[in-house]
């Protein structure tokens, strides 16, 4: 019913926001881009995107189509392949940060094997910083991480909200810094942590600091202090620091799927993997209604910071 190949051309228009930007990806010129969305429309009988000379929107139907195109997609390359004779072959390098490795990541893995066994998969679990720097440098095919705070490149796979947790027994003392467990830098929930505290002029100390967030786990546990972690995916033993202890909101956290500038095998892999996590992200993640835009970066006072 619905045309691969302006399905596509939409998710990459969605993606970008912009459809010289999805020409570019494609290869393609820009009013083959405006045609397919166009005959998507046409198919669909709904405006799937709100568009004037100055931004692109998606729309609430446009939204909607979101899930469809992927499962669509995803289907039509099963089929395909199957049908061809053809399998998935190459070497993926795949990058993501912890969150996601220790909820979603198994699952989702365990079905791209069965589907695509011929692919050698290299996983690397790292800094959601460090995981963009090596995107950058070519060292990673495809990257789930968190968003850096006023970015608004990588394709959406879940929105969530920051908290502050710790051990339930914690107490924190109003009169002192407040003793955070972070990851080192470039870790962005130690980044937004660190900013809104400056923000608020509340004074901080580092009281332990660990690449591993199972590390950053056990020191909550022990009660060392609070850490920044995304409110759906709070360890088991940590709940969230009480309003009455005064700390400054967080914000939101946006984790999405940044794609490589290889054009080989790799990519098709790094394809139908990203099309099985926003899947993925779709049932389990994705929030309810439009888009919202991306925050703003907290800017920094001058004045008060806390200990390095």
Do not use: N
Request: charged share 25%.
């Amino acid at each position: 019913m619905y045309d691969p190949a302006q399905l596509r051309t939409f998710l990459a228009v969605a993606q970008t926001l912009s459809f010289t930007q999805a020409a570019h990806r494609l290869g393609l010129r820009q009013s083959t881009v405006s045609q397919h969305v166009r005959r998507l429309e046409d198919a669909t009988g709904r405006q799937l995107f709100s568009r004037d000379t100055h931004s692109v929107e998606l729309t609430e139907d446009g939204e909607a189509m979101l899930g469809f195109a992927r499962t669509i997609l995803q289907a039509h390359e099963r089929a395909s392949a199957f049908f061809a004779g053809t399998r998935l072959r190459g070497r993926l390098r795949f990058g993501a940060s912890e969150d996601f490795v220790l909820t979603r990541l198994p699952e989702i893995l365990e079905s791209f094997r069965r589907d695509h066994p011929e692919v050698d998969l290299e996983l690397t679990v790292e800094l959601s910083g460090t995981l963009h720097e090596r995107l950058e440098a070519g060292r990673l095919d495809l990257v789930l991480a968190k968003r850096r705070a006023g970015d608004t490149h990588g394709e959406l796979v879940w929105q969530d909200t920051l908290t502050w947790i710790g051990a339930p027994r914690l107490r924190l003392d109003p009169d002192r810094p407040v003793p955070l467990i972070v990851f080192p830098p470039p870790g962005i929930t130690r980044a937004r942590a660190l900013e809104v505290l400056e923000l608020h002029g509340r004074a901080w100390r580092i009281a332990c600091t660990s690449t591993s967030l199972s590390g950053l786990i056990a020191a909550a546990q022990a009660g060392l202090g609070v850490m920044a972690h995304t409110r759906g995916l709070i360890p088991p033993g940590l709940v969230p620091v009480p309003a009455r202890a005064g700390l400054p909101e967080l914000g939101d956290v946006d984790f999405v799927l940044l794609h490589g500038h290889r054009h080989d095998a790799a990519q098709e892999a790094a394809d139908a993997l990203a099309s099985a996590i926003l899947a993925a992200g779709d049932r389990l993640h994705r929030p309810a209604g439009p888009r919202r835009p991306a925050s703003r970066p907290v800017s920094r006072p001058a004045g008060r910071r806390g200990s390095p």
